[in-house]
């Protein structure tokens, strides 16, 4: 789920925590779809009620396009600058909105991708020896149709450990020559970046 203007991300602990998605109408709809897990249902089926119910004509429009809401206030000031502290300093900094008080304009937002290039259980891509994909990249079915909160990091540990080792596997085993310096020159441009962007800067991004 983002905010909207800007779609950027607010942690599904909103829901989590007993946050209610409300349409223009400030009708809880999740009830209409979802009786028993309500807002807590998996965040594919969420994002299929948020778009279902939007195409019914039941968002609010706005000149970013139809939104619904995102409603914490019940959780209180506390709870909310306690646990949800990320998610009150973004609808402050971005939307000029304070959560405590007002309803969060929100939509379905894509923040993960589960794979394009096909791949079996090694990594290898299908139909196209020598090429290999991992994590977001990778399509292999290790998520399903929805990720788990929480649970990228077991793909990119899992398979990051698994295609590496198959490629080592594979380069020991062949024939072919080939330079280091293509793979010197781009691990140097990562570094670099990331050193970049562990720096401390004068600039502050609000």
């Known amino acids: 789920t983002g905010v909207v203007p800007g779609d950027i991300l607010v942690t599904e602990g909103c829901r989590g ?3 209610y998605l409300l349409d223009k109408d400030e009708h809880r709809f999740m009830l209409d779809y979802e ?11 969420v994002s299929r009620r948020m778009v279902h119910h939007t195409r019914q004509g039941h968002a ?5 396009g139809p939104h619904l809401w995102l409603d914490i206030r019940h959780l209180g000031q506390e709870h909310i600058e306690t646990y949800l ?5 973004i609808c402050r900094d971005f939307l000029g909105v304070d959560p405590v008080h007002e309803l969060v304009p929100v939509r379905p937002t894509q923040h993960y991708s589960m794979g394009g ?3 079996d259980i090694g990594g ?4 196209l020896a020598g090429l290999y994909a991992a994590g977001e990249t990778a399509c292999w079915d290790l998520h399903g149709f929805n990720r788990l909160g929480g649970n990228s990091v077991a793909e990119t540990v899992v398979m990051g450990m698994v295609v590496g080792r198959g490629i080592a596997q594979d380069l020991a085993g062949s024939d072919s020559s080939f330079s280091d310096a293509a793979a010197d020159s781009a691990r140097l441009q ?7 962007l562990a720096s401390y800067g004068l600039e502050y991004v609000y």
């Open 17 to 19: 925590d007993g946050g």
């Open 190 to 196: 990562v570094e670099q970046r990331l050193s970049a």
């Open 35 to 45: 009786l028993e897990k309500k807002e807590l249902a998996s965040r594919d089926v």
């Open 60 to 64: 609010v429009e706005s000149p970013y």
């Open 85 to 89: 502290r990320d998610v009150a300093e």
């Open 124 to 127: 290898h891509a299908y139909g």
């Open 117 to 119: 290039v096909r791949t």
